[in-house]
T-cell receptor, first 113, second 110 residues
Framework: SAVISQKPSRDICQRGTSLTIQCQVD?????MFWYRQQPGQSLTLIAT?????????ESGFVIDKFPISRPNLTFSTLTVSNMSPEDSSIYLC??????????FGQGTRLTVV | QQPVQSPQAVILREGEDAVINCSSS?????VHWYRQKHGEAPVFLMI?????EQKGHEKISASFNEKKQQSSLYLTASQLSYSGTYFC???????????FGKGTKLSVKP
């Protein structure tokens, strides 16, 4: 199994600013993903974080708004840029090996005011 | 397209049984089940890989009918600790990303 440490756990940010969320996995994983979850709703995939190359974004999410880095097999960051209140949500990173269970970080609860 | 789960919510008394269903209009090669408690991250329950396969996790089991593109999660003799939202997921692409259903909220009362 893998343990994913995600930080910050929560933040309150001013609109127009940016926040970078970090995820550290305690073992090498082939896959890392970033999700967004509104309270009481399902997880929506933002992008797949690819090691050493550009992330693969889902429809409705763009690199300028959600730049992602993955410099190695155990670490990834998601930046929420030029934030607006609509970006208030819980952001979760996930990782695992292809074809096996996915592990999740504890999430970052973001409030934009 | 995300899998379709039913029911949306279930309220049980301790000891009662429940079934949560998951279906997909897209071809299902595997089904992943997770449980998320309020304020916590989703936790893996099981993966079903083959048509007709059944698996178990404590008193929680699941079946997968590949031909019908359906899976069902069975919770037997429910405990208070079973409360939470259950999500089924399917693999969305070659990179292994999961597409989740909308979830089924399970509440177990004493």
């Amino acid at each position: 199994s893998a343990v994913i440490s995600q930080k910050p756990s929560r933040d309150i940010c001013q609109r127009g600013t940016s926040l970078t969320i970090q995820c550290q996995v305690d073992s090498q994983v082939t896959m890392m993903f970033w999700y967004r979850q509104q309270p009481g709703q399902s997880l929506t995939l933002i992008a797949t974080a690819n090691q050493g190359s550009e992330a693969t974004y889902e429809s409705g999410f763009v690199i300028d708004k959600f730049p992602i880095s993955r410099p190695n097999l155990t670490f990834s960051t998601l930046t929420v840029s030029n934030m607006s209140p609509e970006d208030s949500s819980i952001y979760l990173c996930s990782g695992g090996l292809v074809g096996t269970e996915a592990f999740f970080g504890q999430g970052t609860r973001l409030t934009v005011v | 397209q995300q899998p379709v789960q039913s029911p949306q919510a279930v309220i049980l008394r301790e000891g009662e049984d429940a079934v949560i269903n998951c279906s997909s209009s897209k071809a299902l090669y595997s089904v992943h089940w997770y449980r998320q408690k309020h304020g916590e991250a989703p936790v893996f329950l099981m993966i079903l890989l083959k048509g007709g396969e059944q698996k178990g996790h404590e008193k929680i089991s699941a079946s997968f009918n590949e031909k019908k593109q359906q899976s069902s999660l069975y919770l037997t003799a429910s405990q208070l600790s079973y409360s939470g939202t259950y999500f089924c997921g399917r693999i969305g692409g070659s990179q292994g990303n999961l597409i989740f259903g909308k979830g089924t909220k399970l509440s177990v009362k004493p």
